[in-house]
C-alpha cells in the first residue's frame, strides 16, 4: 500500500465541531452508502437526534435533496451542525428542540439518525423510555412510504421498541463495525 502524503484529503474538513457521541464522520459516510439504494433524490429528510450534522451533511453529499432538517435537544449541538453545514456548504433547517416535543405541519420522506446510546456504566431506564416514545412517534413526522435508517449500538432496545408497532416494518438490518463495537442501521417503511 502506498499513501501519498502530498495530496491532501480534504473529504471530511467540514468536520470543525462535534458533541460527545458524535458519529464520526468516515461511519457516517459508509452508513449513507449502506443505504443508497433506498434513498430517493429531492426527498424532505429529518434527523432527530442530529447533534454536530454529520449524517444529513452525507445524506446530501451523496443524493440531491429538497430539504434537511436537523432537530437536537441540545444547543451545543445545533451550534457545531451550523458550523459543519456551512463549512459544507450544506444549508440544512437546524432546531433546537426535544424531538418528543417537537411539532410540524410537514411530513418528511426520509429520517436519518445516529441514535442516542448510554454508556456500559448507564442504568439503561432513559434510553428504554426514550427509544419507546422515539418509535411511536416516527408515524407523526415521516409520511406513508416513507423511510426511516436509525443507526445504533442498542440494536436489541430497538429491536424490543418496535414490537408490537403495526406502523413500521422493519425491512433489513446492516451491520456496520466501528470502533471495537457492533452497530446496525435499520432500515424502516412506515406503512
Do not use: H
Amino acid at each position: 500500500f502506498i499513501k501519498l502524503y502530498t495530496v491532501k484529503d480534504n473529504r471530511f474538513d467540514y468536520r470543525e465541531k462535534s458533541v460527545p457521541a458524535s458519529i464520526n464522520p468516515v461511519t457516517a459516510a459508509i452508513v449513507m452508502k449502506a443505504i443508497e439504494k433506498w434513498l430517493k433524490p429531492d426527498a424532505k429528510v429529518i434527523d432527530p437526534f442530529c447533534g454536530a450534522g454529520t449524517m444529513l451533511i452525507e445524506r446530501a453529499k451523496l443524493k440531491e435533496f429538497k430539504a434537511l432538517t436537523g432537530v437536537d435537544i441540545y444547543g451545543s449541538a445545533i451550534t457545531a451542525a451550523t458550523t459543519n453545514s456551512k463549512l459544507a456548504n450544506i444549508k440544512m433547517e437546524l432546531i433546537p428542540e426535544d424531538i418528543l416535543e417537537y411539532s410540524t405541519y410537514n411530513v418528511f420522506d426520509e429520517m436519518i439518525s445516529n441514535m442516542p446510546f448510554e454508556s456500559k456504566g448507564g442504568s439503561g431506564d432513559f434510553n428504554t423510555r426514550l427509544y419507546r416514545d422515539f418509535v411511536d412517534r416516527i408515524p407523526s413526522l415521516i409520511r406513508r412510504g416513507g423511510m426511516v435508517f436509525l443507526y445504533t449500538v442498542e440494536s436489541n432496545l430497538l429491536k424490543k421498541s418496535l414490537v408490537g408497532n403495526e406502523d413500521l416494518q422493519v425491512i433489513d438490518t446492516i451491520k456496520v463495525e466501528s470502533g471495537g463495537l457492533i452497530p446496525q442501521v435499520f432500515i424502516i417503511k412506515v406503512k
